[in-house]
């Protein structure tokens, strides 16, 4: 009697991120009744009632002379894909936000891994501090796609052999690249992702640079995306001072 064969694990290569609002409390009016609140008290919640518009000028007014707590009071939940090596960039931004990602401990990680498109820059250029990244040539491109695809095949053989063999999770998870797909929820305020916005993306109306990792960049982009239409006037003001958090 022979052992049937099994068939052999259907891995996944993909370039993009994904990142869903799933729930939110965040409105303009958020930031006007707990700026006013410092001279009408209790009648700020007043605010609540109000269009949000006819009061854009003290939006603004917070943001350009970075009076910062009142853009707190409001929150955004996202759930977010992207490779491991995103999020240990993402979670050196602590306060103002909350995180629970997927365990390797308690669940088998699937087969899902990052690997470029061919617009992704490959070739960094000058010194620390002062390089930039242009385009690969084909060649790079088809070597990187190569041979990220043929490693990550090698990993997660090796991690099912070591599962099938009866080697707990948590240590089998130790072969597997950051360049697997993990997914997080990620709560935070207004404040505390303009901050993270002001860093990790880069934008014409910035008035500091930033440097982002592109792959971090992506997952910025997409949250920024729906805050935008969750506060159109802080974003704006966010926008017209500079995209620096107050």
């Not at 009408?40 to 609540?48: R, V």
């Not at 939006?59 to 707190?72: A, K, Q």
């Not at 669940?107 to 501090?129: A, C, H, M, N």
């Not at 002062?130 to 053989?157: C, I, N, W």
């Amino acid at each position: 009697m022979t052992d049937t064969p099994t068939e052999p694990v259907k891995i996944d290569f993909r370039s993009d991120v994904t990142v869903e609002l799933v729930k939110s409390a965040a409105a303009d009016s958020d930031v006007l009744w707990a700026a006013r609140v410092s001279t009408a008290g209790e009648q700020s919640l007043d605010e609540l009632q109000k269009d949000p518009e006819r009061s854009k000028g003290l939006i603004n007014y917070l943001m350009r002379d970075r009076h910062g707590s009142p853009f707190e009071h409001n929150s955004m939940t996202f759930f977010i894909s992207a490779p491991i090596f995103v999020f240990r960039e993402f979670m050196r931004h602590r306060v103002g936000w909350s995180y629970n990602e997927e365990s390797g401990r308690y669940r088998e990680l699937q087969p899902v891994f990052y690997v470029p498109d061919t617009s992704r820059k490959l070739v960094q250029e000058g010194r620390p501090g002062k390089y930039v990244f242009v385009e690969g040539t084909p060649e790079q491109h088809e070597l990187t796609s190569r041979a990220m695809e043929d490693s990550y095949r090698r990993a997660y053989e090796t991690y099912q052999e070591m599962l099938a063999a009866g080697v707990a999770r948590e240590v089998a998870r130790a072969v597997l690249p950051v360049g697997l797909y993990s997914s997080m929820y990620a709560t935070c305020n207004a404040r505390s992702l303009m901050h993270f916005l002001g860093l990790r993306t880069q934008h014409e109306l910035a008035a500091v640079p930033s440097f982002p990792q592109r792959e971090i960049e992506m997952v910025g982009e997409k949250m920024e995306a729906h805050w935008a239409r969750l506060m159109p006037l802080t974003y704006a003001a966010f926008n017209k001072n500079g995209r620096v958090a107050p």
